[in-house]
């Protein structure tokens, strides 16, 4: 069965500072999506940022960018030029390609960010 | 404005009593899905649809029932109301799974 894991349960970063999210899954899969997903606390999830897995590009958002590790299963978020509005709850998810019946976002624990002035 | 609409936001209930939480969504999706979120376990998917008129269980669906008579909307039933389904519950809607999904806000139920 398919895991995700996010090693840090709470981040902190200086305003206009640089931060690594990280995100690992487990799959015997060689196609499937990865997403970070945003939860503020008005508490409505947002997508971030997504990942095919078949594509070797990273994929990159404005000021959020990953680094998309498929041999090391590694799947992590970097927010660059951090805000006060990026703090938040992230949340890493995985799904597979060819869901088929089995069509449920596999999601990881979250990791809290707090952004300091 | 397009998106996934929830309601109620909050809700109290006693035990045993039912109700539903209604989401509807003006995209044109053909993918729904119900979660709720608990501290500590993530997102647990209760029940999804891939189109009006099917419905399929999630990993959760014990004490809730779920139809789709239209392509918008997605009402989640509880049947009778348990303080172990305090939590808040968010649907989610998608053209295409692969894409991600778009949230609603969420409702925040407590059972007493």
């Known amino acids: 069965a398919q895991t995700v894991t996010q090693s840090q349960p709470e981040m902190s970063v200086q305003e206009a500072e640089t931060v690594t999210l990280s995100c690992t899954y487990d799959?015997?899969?060689?196609?499937?999506?990865l997403f970070w997903y945003k939860q503020p606390p008005s508490r409505q999830m947002i997508l971030v940022i997504r990942?095919?897995?078949?594509k070797q590009q990273n994929a990159t958002e404005n000021r959020f960018s990953v680094n998309f590790q498929k041999a090391a299963k590694s799947f992590s978020l970097k927010i660059s030029d951090s805000q006060l509005g990026d703090a938040a709850m992230y949340f890493c998810?995985?799904?597979?390609?060819?869901?088929?019946?089995?069509?449920?976002?596999?999601w990881g624990l979250g990791t809290s960010l707090a952004v300091n002035p | 404005n397009a998106g996934v609409t929830q309601t109620p936001k909050f809700q109290v209930l006693k035990t045993g009593q039912s109700m539903t939480l209604q989401c509807a969504q003006d995209?044109?999706?053909?993918?729904m899905s119900w979660y709720r979120q608990d501290p500590g376990m993530g997102l647990r998917l209760i029940h999804y649809?891939?189109?009006?008129?099917?419905?399929d269980q999630g990993e959760v669906p014990n004490g809730y029932n779920v139809s789709r008579s239209t392509t918008e909307d997605f009402p989640l039933r509880l049947l009778s109301a348990a303080p172990s389904q305090t939590s808040v519950y968010f649907c989610?809607?998608?053209?295409?799974?692969?894409?991600?999904?778009?949230f609603g806000s969420g409702t925040r139920l407590t059972v007493v």
């Open positions: 995209m044109n999706h053909e993918y």
């Open positions: 649809s891939v189109g009006a008129g099917i419905t």
């Open positions: 998810a995985y799904r597979r390609y060819n869901a088929g019946n089995n069509r449920k976002l596999i």
């Open positions: 990942q095919e897995a078949y």
């Open positions: 799959t015997s899969e060689s196609d499937y999506y």
């Open positions: 989610a809607s998608t053209s295409n799974p692969g894409n991600g999904y778009t």
